[in-house]
């Protein structure tokens, strides 16, 4: 089924210079491969073409079913130098599970008995 | 021995973090450090300016009645302190802390530790004569192509000092640019004595650091799972409980608000995070691909596994040199076509800059309220949204070598308000301000040549 990124994951954004970082969260086990097969540095790099100028780079952590991006030259300079409102990157991640993806009906389900605390979560 | 648990609560993640934060870390349960977090890549020159105008200014000023104020209690239950808060200048910093703890009655003197050294700026010249280039990471270029314009430039150093520190009975640690993580670590490697190439333990103190430095954000704050569901009016900030081998806990006074979870820590763990098997520190490499972590419900989860690897030759170093000016404004245009008479009023305005025949290197529009944030914009509103809109704030930024051309544009946005489209407001705060930019140079230089030069000093009230 369809459904946007935040069904499945959260997610917490930052800045590294004139790179925001954008950390997504699966938020049970079986959710993870959905994170690597449908949230690559391509998509992610489409999701945010309007800010970012430079490269997508995509580390794996499965030991707590996370993603880390960097979006490299998407801070309009970083730091003081930029003129963005956003100039830390902060709202990157909430941006990011709008994405739309292609997941597994039960898994989606589960995730939604995490998100009321019917279940644990990871 | 090994049952032992060495507690470090997080007190501030950034200067200007909420006061009440320190107090009740101190007051509502059982802590055995209390670590402080004031310092940014921006807040050096923020501080190196200040000292400037004033000999005695140049630290996290917040600091000093914090501390003084909780003198007291911090003697009365052997609570240390551990902080960055000395900026670029400790020494004024402890001074500041004497003169405010004298008139407070306390049980003995408090003993206070200045750490010293970091602070490159007085021997820049000296260290690129023997030939520390300190080239920009990003750029490779070297950092005599911008050394008439730097205004501070500091090393991150390591844990060393703060345990020296504490192995000479300081009470409080004041550091200057000490690493944020070096903060939690330094005292934990203290307290269980592990050796200074034990990798696995200090990257599991790295670990620890991580989660403290951002204070609530660990616990509860600016979480995205079931952010309406956390209690935030008095959040209890991390406290990690560390055992000798490595393992710790995550957790917070039971009697705050606030909410310790998976979620709440491994959104912290991933914050400004960059390669994830590279977590490079003054005293290690920590492999955060490596964080076993489970929660243990009740507001605890178990954080082992960490593995660490030997550190490098080099240290950080965070130098700001002044590169320009800036300024933004603001104005906001009410519905209806609130955001076609915002684009129009950015219209005008760039063509009288334009006739002004003023040079900018960059003039920035956004339309906030019609996507402004990260992976938004006006274009990608649908018809109706846009035309719903109640209000929106167009705000202007310009960035330019050039003083007089910022400042002149501080004079353009005000004029809007009779000569530009309608329904106009919000220009209450006045013309903008206009900023020096100080840009941020980060690189890299030998660990032997800052590390000869680190002082420890302590002394009492």
Redesign the interface.
Known sequence: MKIRLERIAIARSGDKGDAANVGVIALIADAWPILVREVTEARVGEHFAAVCKGRVERFELPNLGALNFLLHESLGGGGTVSLMLDAQGKTFASSLLELEIEAAEEIVSLCDRVRTGELPGR | MSERIVRVASGQGFWGDWQEAPKLQVRTGPIDYLMLDYLA??TM?ILQKQRERDPAAGFARDFVPLIAGLTPELLGRGIRVVSNAGGVNPGGCRRALFEAVAEIPTSRPLRVAVVSGDDLMDRLDSLLEDGHEMRNM?TGEPLSTVRDRVQAANAYIGAAPIIEALRMEADVVITGRSTDTALTYAPLIHEHGWAADDWDRIAAGVVAGHINECGA?ATGG?????WRGVDLEAPGYPIIEMAADGTFKVTKHADLGGRV???TV????????????EYITPDCIAD??????R?LGENRVAIS?VRGRERTGMLKVSIAYR?GW?A?GSLVYAAPDALDKAIRADEILRARLERLGLKFA?I?T?F?GAG??????PDLLPEAVRQGLPEVEL?V???SADRDAVERFTRELAPLILAGPPSVTGFAAGRPRV?E????W?ALIDRDAVERDLEVEVSHA
């Open positions: 890549e921006i020159s990003e954000q600016n979480t995205l799972f079931d979870t998976w979620a491994t959104e912290q763990l991933v914050y400004e995070m960059g390669d994830p098997v955060f691909s490596t964080i076993q972590l929660d596994g590169d800036k933004t960059e920035r956004e906030v402004a944030c990260a992976g938004r914009s705000r930024g310009v960035r900023q930019i100080m840009a941020y980060p």
